[in-house]
């Protein structure tokens, strides 16, 4: 991973870390205007701080082509950095295309929908599509900053050591793209867990539905606590469905690396937390407030304190 991604700014600026836009073209330019950054050449720009998008910056809203040229113009002139979302990387398996002509991976149906219309905006672009999604297969999937960390989903040390490697000549080649998808190592599932974060499998006999009435197989776990003798509603995070409060039988849980309580504050999307809490413990800070769902992108206003303060968040409505 380049020095560009991972060091940039360092010792310099305070950071502006930015929930899962998707798309939300309209909502992002509101959320910079609110935290004083201007446009100077046609480049969103804070005279001190740099904004830190945290991934899942396309799909879903209206507009995620006119999302990605803010982030890439902001992340070229140094005014933002950005890392890969299970968004992103969803694009950049089924845009990049094998020997074939075929897509790396052709995603399920609510994905694949998602893309289509995300494909859509280009106006039959094509060239303007790859360039994106070229784009795309440059940014890194963690920065450390400072003292803080920023990751999509899930953050482990040895996955961290482990994905160093990805990056040849300043972006993931289709090559190793392959591996991830083909590959039963440690490496494709320290790439896939850093940004979809731990999920752990139902009980067979527990029969579990979200509001679309369909049946879940797996939940989305809090990685910063031990999972041995939690209920799966005190151990859910993010889950768009109630978990019983009963303990969760030993043979489903699937050993994981658990964020140690005095490790540093870790910054995270992903996990879609409308209602909160956005700060579940005392060094772990998610800031993906649903904006599709809620209606509110959000937005953490770092400056170097030791602890997290709900009152550095700024929310901006649709």
Known sequence: ???????????????DIIGDVHGHHIQLQKLLLQMGYTLVN??????????????????????????IQIIRDMVNAGTALAILG?????????FTKDDEGQPLRIPGNN?????????REYNGNKEALKRDIKWLRSLPLHLCLNGIRVVHAYWNDSHIRQLEGLYADGRIKKGMLKHLLNGDDGLSKAFFETIKGIELSMPKDLIIKD??????????????MTPKGKT???????????????????????????????APIV?????CMGRGPMIPTNNVCCVDACVTGSGRLAAYRYSGEEA???SNFVFVKR
């Open 232 to 262: 799966f509603k005190s151990l859910s995070y993010g889950n768009k469905f109630e978990l019983p409060d009963y303990t969760i039988p030993t043979e489903i849980i699937d050993e994981y690396e658990v964020y140690p309580e005095n």
């Open 1 to 15: 991973m380049t020095a560009r991604h991972n060091e940039a700014h360092q010792d310099e600026h305070f950071y």
């Open 308 to 310: 997290l303060d709900e």
């Open 42 to 67: 046609g480049v969103w720009s804070h005279a001190y701080r740099v904004a830190v998008f945290v991934g899942d910056f396309i799909n879903r809203g209206p507009n995620s082509k006119g999302v």
């Open 211 to 224: 509001e679309q009435n369909i049946k879940r197989d797996n939940f989305r776990v809090k990685w910063w």
């Open 111 to 119: 994905n694949s929908k998602l893309l289509y219309k995300f494909a």
């Open 267 to 271: 910054f995270i999307g992903h996990y």
């Open 86 to 94: 299970n968004h992103e990387v969803n694009a950049i398996l089924y």
